[in-house]
């Protein structure tokens, strides 16, 4: 039983399946918190799986080589410097008033008729540098303000904000998902830049546009009176930025990190141009310059002291130390499948299906997501049993890019009740469950299959 269940192929998946099973056990039925569910059941597949103690956990006298740290401390190197700067770039473009600068003169350049594609346009930008969750804090009272002079209902104007923040958080670093996920596969982020905006783009129209259009016609759900007080209220700031610094400040690290990722393709190599395009293109070389830049131009010049600026850091950084948790679980858990060969026995089922990897990383990443909530156990779970796969194919930086969209698509599908996102969209905006469940399920679920779409298109033609 112990040979058949270590050695052969039904054994390995039958303990792949009972380990998710668990785990899903785990963060549904008792309320684990996911990083240690993560750890938990990886310490429990790997011994059953004949891993030797020593390998799994290290010595006494030395644990650095082990599957535990370097489960954990790999993934983290890599996207910790990376999810806290642009943490902190988010944090100063929102206490500066970008947000509300960048919105205000999106409804005014529309104007009334056409706010709704104004709000959409506002999240798709102001999604790129901060939380999905921050992002509904601060830009709600202003679609408050468009609803109740629209005399429409909310949901023709929150749905398109929703869709681009979305969208952003899902496909574009430095949001922890794609940064994960891009760790994971080993490919730079340049490129998840790329495609995540080439698919993540026309999902969002779709989306955010065509189908936030048609719902918000079906459903009429009137600016409730609580809500239509607080319309374009807010931290009023004085003598806010100006739209084209704010612009600027968010463009800057995308910029470098392109520059830096073509720069090594497109330059002489050895040249200093290359090495130039190398250093600023480097992810967190990228985000501490944008953040230096923030911190100056928003920050110290506008007249915020040193220690407003510290404190400002202080509390936008405390609720990344659990995301970091789970991704640094998540990825031991992802090294437990492929240590132990579980993460080949499922590639060999998947391609023995007639599976495309790409699809088999999109259900994966869907099934996760639909059954336990979290976006990001979803991308970090998916990418550990796809990994021993994927280095076997000898990919592309484009391909292994698309599989981090596809990943990432499948961990936003049908935002339902076991998702905080649900309820703080229904919270902020005043809809029931029944009417959460037909706007903002859908609209996630349009969101991911329109973004893998394009990106299984994608992956046939690169």
């Known amino acids: 039983m112990i040979h058949w269940l270590q050695a052969t192929t039904p054994g390995l998946l039958t303990l792949a ?3 998710i099973a668990v785990l899903l056990l785990l963060i549904i039925r008792f309320k684990v918190e996911p990083f240690i569910a993560l750890i938990v059941v990886g310490l429990l597949t790997a011994l059953a799986a004949g891993v030797p103690v020593g390998t799994l956990v290290g010595t006494a006298q030395k644990t650095s080589d082990s599957l535990l740290e370097k489960g954990f401390g790999g993934i983290l190197g890599h996207i910790t410097a990376i999810v806290g700067l642009g943490t902190l770039l988010g944090a100063i473009l929102e206490k500066s008033g970008g947000a509300r600068v960048l919105t205000t003169a999106l409804l005014r350049s529309f104007g009334e008729k056409r706010a709704p594609l104004a709000m959409g346009i506002a999240g798709l930008i102001f999604g790129i540098p901060v939380f999905f969750d921050i992002g509904i804090f601060v830009l709600a009272p202003l679609v408050y303000a468009a609803a109740k002079q629209g005399g429409r209902s909310i949901v023709l104007y929150c749905m398109p904000l929703l869709a681009g923040l979305s969208i952003t958080h899902a496909f574009l670093p430095p949001h922890p998902g ?14 998840v830049i790329l495609m995540g905006a080439v698919c993540g783009i026309p999902a969002w129209f779709i989306g955010g546009v065509l189908y936030s259009s048609w719902i918000g ?11 239509a007080k607080l319309a374009g209220e807010g931290e009023e700031v004085e003598n806010p930025p100006s739209l084209g610094l704010v612009a600027s400040i968010i463009a800057v690290p995308m910029v470098l990190i392109l520059i830096g990722t073509f720069g090594s393709i497109w330059l002489p190599k050895g040249s200093t141009a290359a090495g130039v395009a190398a250093f600023v293109g480097t992810p967190a070389v990228a985000l501490t310059i944008a953040v230096l830049l923030a911190s100056w131009l928003l920050g110290t010049r506008r007249g915020m002291t040193g220690k407003a600026l510290a404190e400002l850091s202080s509390a936008s950084l405390r609720p990344v130390a659990m995301i970091l948790l789970v991704i640094g679980a998540g990825a031991f858990f992802g090294a437990v499948l492929s240590a132990t060969g579980i993460g080949k026995a499922v590639a060999g089922s998947l391609g023995d299906a007639g599976l495309p990897v790409i699809l088999s ?4 990443s869907c099934g996760l997501r639909i059954a336990q909530g979290s976006a990001t156990v979803a991308i970090v779970t998916t990418g550990g049993i796809i990994a021993p796969t994927v280095a076997e194919l000898h990919y592309s930086q484009a391909q292994l890019a698309l599989l981090v969209v596809a990943i990432s698509a499948g961990s936003i599908i049908a935002s339902h009740v076991n998702d905080g996102g649900f309820w703080i969209v229904s919270r902020y905006f005043g ?7 037909k706007t903002w399920t859908a609209l996630e679920t349009v969101l991911s299959v329109s973004g893998f779409g394009v990106a299984a298109l994608l992956m046939a033609v690169v």
Do not use: M, Q, R
């Not at 990383?361 to 994966?364: K, L, Q």
């Not at 809809?431 to 469940?437: K, N, P």
């Open 178 to 191: 794609p940064v994960a996920a891009a760790g994971l596969l080993h490919v730079d982020l340049g490129w």
């Open 17 to 19: 399946a009972v380990s």
């Open 431 to 437: 809809l029931s469950v029944a009417d959460t469940l």
């Open 361 to 364: 990383a999109y259900v994966i």
């Open 217 to 227: 016609k079906k459903v009429d759900v009137p600016l409730a009176e609580d809500f």
